[in-house]
């Protein structure tokens, strides 16, 4: 995952998201999608049945046809990450996240290889950087080659796992 492998991009931005409690998602499609269309294969907006019928339901791939990936949490908490930029980054994506304050697994994941979204303020920035990617090929080459993950962060990740086994093997002793 630290350098996932970047194949060619036909499509834009792609949300996948059965829910939408809080109106985050729309939100920011609606954002994106001044720069150019975004795809919804889901619940959420959809717009886009091809996630079922050409890919089966495999998010990975069907994301690996995107430059963008929208992928925010449904809740914002410190620690709370689900799989959301994960497979992003698997598929070759530039995450545009929102979530855990905004420090997605800061022992894992380069926070500069993504776009964190600020739900609550100013996203001109945000907007400006995705149009430039979108519109200067080379940039969002040189943008998709960033390491994904932070140096050490496969060691932080097995340290954690002898921890939960450590912990685990302590409660039925």
């Given amino acids: ?22 109106g985050t998602r729309s939100s920011i499609v609606h954002d994106i999608s001044s720069v150019a269309g975004v795809s919804c294969p889901s619940a ?17 791939e069907y994301l690996k ?3 963008f990936n929208i ?3 449904n809740t914002n908490n410190i620690g709370y ?6 497979e992003a980054i698997s598929a070759g994506c530039i995450p545009i996240y929102w ?13 500069d290889a993504m776009i964190l979204w600020n739900m609550f303020g100013d996203n001109a920035a945000n907007l400006k950087q995705v149009e430039d990617l979108y519109t200067h090929p080379q940039l969002m080459l040189e943008f998709l ?13 097995i340290e ?3 921890q939960l086994e450590n912990r685990l093997r302590s409660l039925y002793h």
Avoid at 2 to 21: G, H, M, N, S, T
Avoid at 44 to 52: C, E
Avoid at 145 to 157: S, T
Wanted: overall charge negative; proline content about 8%.
């Fill in 99 to 111: 979530g855990s304050f905004n420090q997605p697994e800061p022992q894992v994941l380069n926070h």
């Fill in 65 to 67: 046809q995107f430059i």
């Fill in 1 to 22: 995952m630290r350098y996932p492998q970047i194949v060619q991009k036909q499509c834009f931005a792609a949300l996948i998201a059965r829910y939408d409690w809080r």
């Fill in 160 to 162: 954690t796992i002898h």
């Fill in 145 to 157: 080659h960033q390491p994904r993950l932070v140096e050490n962060a496969e060691d932080y990740v």
């Fill in 71 to 73: 992928c925010p949490e």
């Fill in 44 to 60: 959420v907006l959809h717009n886009d049945d091809t996630l079922v019928t050409q890919f089966k339901n495999n998010k990975v």
């Fill in 81 to 86: 990450v689900t799989e959301k930029p994960f």
